[in-house]
Nanobody, 123 residues
Framework: QEQLVESGGGLVQAGGSLRLSCAGS????????LGWFRQAPGREREFVAA????????YYGDSVKGRFTISRDNPKNTVYLQMNSLKPEDTAVYYC????????????????WGQGTQVTVSS
């Protein structure tokens, strides 16, 4: 089954770091733009970051700029999200997704989603 698989979530104290991974399982993700989104309880899914298929262009949501870094390792068919200086408001389920449309910031642009990984930041 072709799917995106996220990993690396967990519980961390405020100010700490986590690195999320998104791997293509049964599908290649080396030729698509990949994005990370997050969704906290009772809130809409929010754009976090995206990276073009060759990694030359990156995009970030305002709330994570300067703290999160997206990167990719195409030989490993994997995209990463390095999260530093984590805050309690970063607590959410984080999803990776493959982009199919034009606007990198919109959830409707993405047509293939992983199952998500929980990130919890304690104060």
């Amino acid at each position: 089954q072709e799917q995106l698989v996220e990993s690396g979530g967990g519980l961390v104290q405020a100010g700490g770091s986590l690195r999320l991974s998104c791997a293509g399982s049964g599908r290649t993700i080396t030729t698509v733009t990949l994005g990370w989104f997050r969704q906290a309880p009772g809130r809409e899914r929010e754009f976090v970051a995206a990276i073009s298929w060759i990694g030359s262009s990156t995009y970030y949501g305002d709330s994570v700029k300067g703290r999160f870094t997206i990167s990719r390792d195409n030989p490993k068919n994997t995209v990463y999200l390095q999260m530093n200086s984590l805050k309690p408001e970063d607590t959410a389920v984080y999803y990776c997704a493959a982009k199919s449309g034009s606007n990198v910031y919109m959830t409707s642009t993405y047509n293939d989603w992983g199952q998500g990984t929980q990130v919890t930041v304690s104060s």
